[in-house]
């Protein structure tokens, strides 16, 4: 397992070591040693989610403010997606910027997204299916968006012409000069 800095610090690709031959292949999707350790600190995983989505869904972008923030490790089991994280943290020298890595069945690649950090996805294939390990528990009253095509981010998506299927929740998400963000 090595880790791939993106253009936010704190958000990293994570590529796990593939052994594949003629019958498929074997990989260890997450080993808390290994992973604590390309941290430098102790991220301790208390829930599991899976997602299935077709074509043009887009899902985002969701965090938790405290006192129950979450860190997320993704990665998409089948199909790909466009994987995207937002810094929140008004304290940063990145605050509202965003990085975005395709995430598929095929690169077998995961993406850190620590807390205090926005996340969303655009699915890029037929279906996909994507997991999520979360360094906390769902809280509702927690939960915070930032509107998909805010201008003041300016996510690019790679929409080739579809229109994104979003639901009512992520439709009505206000923007970033409005949502409830980290210090």
């Known amino acids: 397992m090595q880790a791939i800095p993106t253009a936010l610090p704190e958000v990293?690709?994570?590529?796990?070591?593939?052994?594949?031959?003629?019958?498929?292949?074997?990989?260890e999707s997450w080993n808390e040693a290994r992973f604590n350790a390309l941290l430098g600190r102790d991220v301790h995983f208390v829930q599991d989610n899976h997602s299935r989505s077709s074509r043009g869904v887009l899902r985002g972008l969701h965090y938790q403010l405290d006192p129950q923030p979450q860190g997320k490790l993704v990665r998409c089991v089948n199909g790909a997606v466009f994987d995207v994280a937002v810094d929140l943290r008004r304290s940063s020298p990145n605050f509202g910027y965003?990085?975005?890595h395709e995430l598929s069945a095929d690169n077998q690649r995961q993406m850190w997204i620590p807390p205090g950090f926005a996340h969303g996805f655009l699915v890029l294939s037929e279906t996909a299916d994507f997991l999520y390990k979360t360094s906390g528990r769902y809280a509702?009253?927690?939960?915070g968006a930032v509107?998909?095509?805010?201008?003041a981010v300016g996510i690019a998506w790679p929409l080739d012409g579809i229109t994104p299927?979003?639901?009512?929740?992520?439709?009505?998400?206000?923007?970033?000069?409005?949502?409830?963000?980290?210090?």
């Open 12 to 27: 990293l690709l994570i590529e796990p070591k593939v052994f594949g031959d003629s019958r498929g292949f074997f990989m």
């Open 98 to 100: 965003w990085v975005g």
């Open 140 to 143: 509702p009253e927690c939960e």
């Open 147 to 151: 509107r998909w095509n805010d201008p």
């Open 165 to 183: 299927q979003l639901s009512a929740k992520d439709e009505a998400a206000p923007l970033l000069a409005g949502a409830k963000t980290f210090d």
